[in-house]
């Protein structure tokens, strides 16, 4: 049996299925991941994008700002993989989206945001440390093209930063509860894009798999995790997501058509 199919069958009885995603979701819509072959991290220190550092240190944050300015995330369209994850929303079979990506890509394909949890936040938005102000970001990347290169809060002065969780900062509790109740509900994982290796998040998939459940695991390239799944697609979500969704779908029809009988 083809990998495609092996994933299906092992999704087949589940109906309450938890995404979890990773930024190897969104390299086809041109965002690079940081862990893959093209990852940031080939470029960049991780070592220079700490909390400690962002708050410390004005040189860091205008290197962030500038990024983020020439990042191509505020671009991106959603491409058939987030789709398809919308799709298993639609025909019943999702219970939740987890994700670590920060681009909002789920919700822009349609998930809607009961469905989605950030765990590390969403860089449309960005926060004052000082005040919690919230505002667009694309607001402030306008301040940063135009010459600020650390823009400030306008009402108190503070520092400004990405609503994103950044190494060392603590996760937002609100979505850390969501996980929790949703990794507790859930029959099945089905984790796509990730290297599973950022902790806490990981331990969300951990432990649908503890509680007796498959994993199916969506990837190019082997994760941290590749011992606990059940079956492994090795390719491009884009690809593969489809075709599974579409089996998925396939196989709750007859059962449709038999209980309107
Ligand atoms: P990661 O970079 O550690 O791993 C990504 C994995 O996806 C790699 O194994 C890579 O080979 C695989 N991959 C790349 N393209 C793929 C494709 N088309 N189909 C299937 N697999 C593909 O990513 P991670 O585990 O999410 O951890 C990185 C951290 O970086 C996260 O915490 C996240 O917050 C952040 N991040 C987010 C974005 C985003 O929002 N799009 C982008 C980069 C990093």
């Given at each position: 049996m083809d990998p495609v199919s092996s994933a299906a069958q092992a999704l087949?009885?589940?109906?309450?299925i938890l995404a979890f995603t990773g930024a190897g979701i969104s390299t086809e819509s041109g965002i690079p991941d940081f862990?893959?072959?093209?990852?940031?991290w080939t470029k960049v220190?991780?070592?220079?994008?700490?909390y400690s550092r962002y708050l410390e240190s004005s040189e860091t944050r205008r290197t962030s700002w500038r990024m983020r300015a020439e990042s191509r995330v505020f671009e991106a369209e959603p491409n058939p993989a987030h789709r398809a994850i919308v799709d298993l929303w639609g025909i019943g079979r999702l219970l939740a989206c987890i994700t670590q990506?920060?681009?909002g890509l789920h919700q822009r394909a349609g998930l809607p945001d009961e469905a989605v949890?950030?765990?590390?936040?969403?860089?449309r938005e960005t926060v004052c440390i000082a005040c919690g102000d919230r505002q667009a970001t694309a607001s402030v990347i306008e301040r940063v093209v135009s010459g600020e290169s650390d823009p400030t809060c306008r009402d108190c002065g503070g520092i400004l930063k990405a609503a994103v969780v950044f190494f060392g900062e603590a996760m937002p509790r609100e979505e850390l509860m969501r996980a929790a109740l949703a990794t507790s509900e859930a029959d099945a994982v089905l984790a796509v894009?990730?290297?599973?290796?950022?902790?806490p998040a990981a331990s969300f998939p951990i432990e649908v798999v503890e509680g007796g459940h498959p994993m199916v695991i969506v990837n190019r390239g082997p994760t941290e995790l590749d011992d606990l799944a059940t079956v492994i697609v090795d390719g491009a979500a884009g690809e593969i997501l489809p075709m599974l969704v579409a089996e998925l779908a396939g196989r709750l029809l007859p059962r449709r058509r038999r209980r309107t009988k």
């Open positions: 087949a009885g589940c109906r309450r862990r893959g072959p093209e990852g940031l220190d991780p070592e220079e994008f700490t990506n920060i681009d949890i950030e765990l590390h936040g969403n860089a894009g990730s290297t599973l290796s950022v902790f």
